[in-house]
């Protein structure tokens, strides 16, 4: 079945909402942005708000749907390699320098818990899958409980970064993760 087509119109205002609350938090941080906030800068109704969005996270979470799309293309624009969890963090890392404001908003510390949850709740389903996948584990650490290691290393360095705008461009932060993690990963999963 084919994507639904949104109107013009319906695009535009969600859009105005969203650019709205990243401005916002950008400004004063998740938590303090409220609703009224978010529909004095869009210039929209508190109806028109409503007919989009069912509260403030469903708004906030609407810039997960399309940061995670966003992502997807990155990533299927991207040739295969067999890096392990490292070409993925480099994808990421790149990803998050090209729209380092919009990374900034979700997943810098003005962006609260509720996006890092998410985000890290997406990166670790997709490494989890690589993971099994590859074949590589001498079945030390259970996927999961590995994935959830990485990607909460990857979490912790990515806000750090975004939070100090980009002090390093996005290939050496992933060197930098790739030295901090790679010793613990190859313990697990071996060399070959």
């Known amino acids: ?30 938590d303090a942005v409220t609703i009224q906030d978010v529909i004095d800068r869009a210039n929209v109704g508190r109806s028109t708000f409503y ?7 469903d708004l906030f979470l609407s810039d997960f749907e399309t ?34 404001r919009l990374y900034k ?6 962006g609260g818990n509720v996006m890092l949850a998410h985000i890290h709740k997406y990166l ?9 996948s590859s074949g590589k584990r001498k079945g030390l650490v259970p996927p999961d409980v590995l994935a959830h290691y990485l990607v909460s290393s990857f979490m912790a360095l990515l806000t750090w970064w975004l939070d100090n705008d980009l002090p390093y461009p996005a290939e050496r932060m992933n060197d930098m993760y790739r030295q901090l993690t790679e010793p613990g990963v190859m313990a697990v999963i071996g060399d070959s």
Do not use: C, N
């Open 67 to 100: 940061l995670r799309a966003q992502f997807e293309q990155h990533l299927l624009s991207q040739p295969a390699t067999d890096e392990g969890p490292w070409s993925l963090s480099l994808m990421m890392f790149q990803h998050a320098q090209s729209q380092h």
């Open 51 to 57: 007919a989009h969005f069912q509260d403030k996270e």
């Open 1 to 30: 079945m084919g994507k639904k087509v949104i109107d013009r119109r319906i695009q535009r205002t969600r859009q105005l909402l969203q650019e709205a609350l990243l401005a916002l938090i950008l400004e004063k941080g998740y």
């Open 105 to 110: 908003a979700l997943a810098g510390k003005q």
């Open 124 to 132: 670790a389903a997709l490494l989890r899958e690589h993971l099994k």
